[in-house]
């Protein structure tokens, strides 16, 4: 095992050194804590992503093969992130257990952080950009959206080259400039998205109240998912620019992409929920996993459906009985009169050639 060398006491604790104490010695409350809870956080997300994915997978939906493909890209880079999250947590609590010197080396898991988030959100920026485009018919819009995501996907990856090339801690104050410019061109993105849905939902509002029950609900959703990875944004920019030569800003790194796929899956899968609400039934067999608990809800409503349906076939055929009797009757008139017309054309031109 080795153990940090006591180096000269500075005077004061400044910015630069609020990893390591008066002695130089590095703190792990300060270094490795903020790491497990960043790791423990992540996991969790990353379960409820999971449960989610599950969902969507098992569900007989009809989306098309570019959607379930952006699905299962997400969860697979989620998957290896938070693989490479556990690996990084033991590697530094197991394999260098009291190595304190160790504490200061940042691993490429936090380092390619900026890298992993960038390749899941920009996906699913421009899969919201194109469903604004679809309402608005304002190729302006989606293009501003464009290119705010796609800004933040370049400045991520720069982010996560540069920080890949630095292992010490003590220089990632460094990146402060790119980290920020990165979150904060996906932050606007992600209000901008969430000001747009907001608007155009408002406007739908019909007056019925099943409808605007859906509307008020999505209009809901909108701001509490968009304010979720906002929100994460936020305090992973102000910790990593405050507390620069610490990990606190890991707390909120680690799990920033599972905000985001979480945020597309409940998305999708809450379409059957609004699609029961605003037509009183939902699609046959359209989520098995999320059925499941509903059975006897499903089994009250049954009965009441079919006799439904029953009461409606049964008028159709009396309708459809009715006109056809009519139809036929109205054919045998035109055939009466049809034939009248012939014998009386036929009877006036024998009077004719009679006369003649």
Not at 40 to 51: A, D, E, P
């Amino acid at each position: 095992m080795h153990y940090a060398s006591p180096s000269t006491a500075s005077p004061s604790r400044t910015l630069d050194t609020l990893g390591l104490d008066e002695d130089g010695t590095p703190i792990p409350s300060r270094l490795l804590g903020p790491i497990l809870v960043g790791v423990l956080l992540n996991s969790f997300v990353y379960g409820i992503v999971f449960l989610h994915w599950i969902q969507y997978t098992l569900g007989r939906n009809r989306d098309s093969r570019y959607l379930r493909g952006l699905v299962h890209w997400c969860f697979l880079l989620d998957t290896a992130h938070s693989g490479a999250a556990l690996w990084m947590i033991w590697h530094y609590a197991v394999d260098n257990f009291a190595n304190y010197d160790y504490l200061t080396t940042t691993l490429w898991p936090v380092s390619a952080t900026p890298l992993f988030v960038g390749a899941v959100s920009a996906p699913i920026q421009h899969l919201f950009a194109w469903r604004i485009k679809q309402f608005t018919h304002s190729w302006w819009i989606c293009g501003v959206l464009s290119a705010l995501s796609t800004a933040s996907l370049a400045l991520g990856v720069v982010a996560a080259a540069e920080g890949l090339k630095r292992h010490d801690i003590q220089s990632s104050h460094r990146l402060i400039p790119l980290i920020d410019s990165w979150l904060g061109a996906a932050m606007v993105c992600d209000v901008v998205v969430a000001v747009l849905l907001y608007s155009h939902l408002w406007k739908i509002k019909t007056g019925f109240r099943s409808t605007d029950t859906v509307v008020g609900r999505l209009m809901r959703s909108s701001l509490e998912t968009t304010a979720l990875s906002a929100l994460f944004c936020i305090l992973y920019l102000t910790t990593f620019t405050v507390l620069p030569k610490t990990t606190f800003s890991v707390m909120f790194a680690m799990p920033l992409g599972r905000v985001y796929t979480g945020t597309l899956l409940a998305t999708l899968n809450s379409r059957s929920t609004l699609r029961e609400e605003l037509f009183g039934v939902s699609s046959v067999n359209n989520d098995p996993l999320g059925d499941a608990f509903h059975i006897s809800e499903r089994m009250r409503r049954g009965p009441t459906e079919v006799a439904i349906n029953v009461e409606q076939e049964i008028q159709m055929e009396d309708v459809e009985e009715v006109d056809f009797k009519q139809l036929r009757q109205d054919r045998r008139s035109r055939a009466l009169r049809s034939k009248d017309s012939k014998d009386s054309k036929r009877g006036s031109t024998e009077l004719e050639f009679g006369a003649v």
